[in-house]
């Protein structure tokens, strides 16, 4: 069965400071990896993904995430932190080697607190 | 990337009646899109997997007479919430996916739906 956890409900970082989201995954086949990022009374908004190549994968306003398959996880980083990054955010795995159909499964999400 | 739009962003209905919400991809096509259910500070609960020309498939526990889903275009998909009670109100998030084997899914703003 596929998985998804996020091992910290809450992260606190002062501005300008470099922040990290944790995320690890189970799944039985290839991961397909996505970061999210929700802000308050909104959607989620897709920030990056890992599919295959280069482990270290970069996205929008500056996130990156490195996937590290021997210890099955998908850190997402930001060299300096902004206020406004303070929001919600998923990880997400899929199953590569499931059909296209396959299901996205959410980690129970990070709250990201930048204060000034 | 790419734009998914949902209509209405906010809906106040009275018990016993009917909701329907759109989700649209604006700038690709999609023969899958996927319908979530969010409580506050929560994850996303997937209700049902919609797929363009034919039924959807429901998670277990969702009630399918009651959230009635429409996939009729490649860029329209709408549930329709029916004789709704207000244990139905919640956070309802719309997902559309584009093609290919590493296709990546877009989410809409959400519709906060509160039952009177």
């Known amino acids: 069965a596929q998985s998804v956890a996020q091992p910290e409900d809450q992260v606190n970082v002062a501005e300008g400071n470099p922040l990290t989201v944790k995320c690890t995954y189970s799944v039985s086949g290839n991961p397909y990896l996505f970061w999210y990022v929700q802000y308050p009374n909104r959607g989620l908004q897709f920030l990056l993904k890992?599919?295959?190549?280069?482990?270290l994968v970069k996205g929008s306003y500056g996130f990156e995430a490195e996937f590290n398959k021997s210890q099955t996880s998908f850190h997402l980083k930001k060299p300096s932190a902004l206020v406004s990054d303070s929001a919600l955010y998923f990880c997400a795995v899929r199953d590569g080697d499931s059909s296209n159909t396959g299901k996205l499964i959410f980690g129970q999400g990070t709250t990201l607190q930048v204060k000034p | 990337g790419a734009v998914v739009s949902q209509h209405p962003s906010r809906v106040i209905c009275k018990s016993g009646t009917s909701v329907k919400i759109e989700c649209r991809s604006l700038?690709?096509?999609?023969?899958?899109m996927f319908w979530y259910r969010q409580f506050p500070k929560q994850s996303l609960m997937l209700m049902a997997t919609?797929?363009?020309?034919?039924?959807?498939?429901?998670e277990q526990g969702v009630e399918k007479d009651k959230f009635l889903i429409n996939h009729a275009s490649l860029t329209l998909s709408t549930l329709t919430v029916t004789s709704a009670h207000p244990e139905d109100s919640s956070f309802y998030i719309c997902?559309?996916?584009?093609?290919?084997?590493?296709?990546?899914?877009?989410f809409g703003p959400g519709t906060r739906l509160l039952v009177l």
């Open positions: 700038d690709f096509q999609a023969t899958t």
């Open positions: 997902s559309a996916r584009t093609s290919g084997s590493t296709a990546t899914q877009y």
């Open positions: 919609s797929n363009e020309g034919s039924k959807a498939t429901y």
């Open positions: 890992y599919i295959t190549g280069d482990n």
